[in-house]
């Protein structure tokens, strides 16, 4: 298995106006009043070096994903023009901006809560045919769960969302997936590191930005780390660091993966690897497609579309094995493993 990925895990509003600056108030005004998370796939310390909502550098991201007039929003946020130039600079040397013919253009992706919603839809048929492949992987897949040699007391059911989600589509295959797919060696070069990052509106924080489900790897004590896949970790993390009987309650319950659990993990994500990889370049031309729909193509790369839209698909296809009962999703959103 790989490193366990960290997953940390726009607002476009359309408006019929009389004049451009009346637009890009209003645009502005939904901006600043929505909440945004901002996400990592990333591995070890292939991390931002800086704190992207300071000095409202996210949401000038989003601003000027979304056309905003620079002007206006210096306006908003009482930028003079040389501090806006610098704050440009700085963000273009750490790679999160791009400056060309076309203007200023964020080159990390970003996502309303419409844009969002459109994205699930538009891969409904793509998930749907990745669940079904799974689906068909379910008899092989129990059989070979039943065949390891694993500790009582944890049945396949029980473990049935960590499997099916984060080992056949997540965690234990993504790298594999943007090597033999994407044909990338490295994820995006970003100040000397290397990850892909986002900016996504969440009008539920009860879950995080559109239910996507990610992978976390941390530290929770001096000797102990904890790994959380779900959709639900922002109020954990929380909790972790603040609350010593949550984070023992939280140890106590978390699924200890032995030797055994991680081979047999291997061995399952290997052999679904080849079913998912023939679905998404079968696909391929539909994504592309969906690219150019979306307006992204004229934003960013087709790899950093991708990878983000792929969460969104993995999400759907998930939700759909749960609705038909081949996989249970904890309550809250959430398993817990180390």
Sequence with gaps: MKAPTIISLFVLISIACSSPTTNSQELLDGIFSSTYEHSIISQGDNLPDFDRRKDNIDLFLVSIHENVDLADFQERVHWSDEYAQEKIKFLISKGWLIKDKKGLRPSVFIASDEQGRDLF???QSLARKIAESIEEEIPSIKAKFEAAILPEGHSFESMSFLILSNVLLDNWQIMEMEASYLKKANRPERHGKFYYASIMENVNTAKESFGIYGNQYGKVNDSTYLSIYGNNRDVVNVKLRSDQNFRDSILHVALFLTPDHYNLFDELAADYRPKLLQILDEETEFSHQVYERTGYAEKIA??????????????EATNMLAEKNLLIIPAEGNYYYR
């Design 121 to 123: 839809r538009q891969g």
């Design 302 to 315: 087709f790899e950093e579309f991708f990878i983000w839209w792929y969460h969104f698909i993995y999400t």
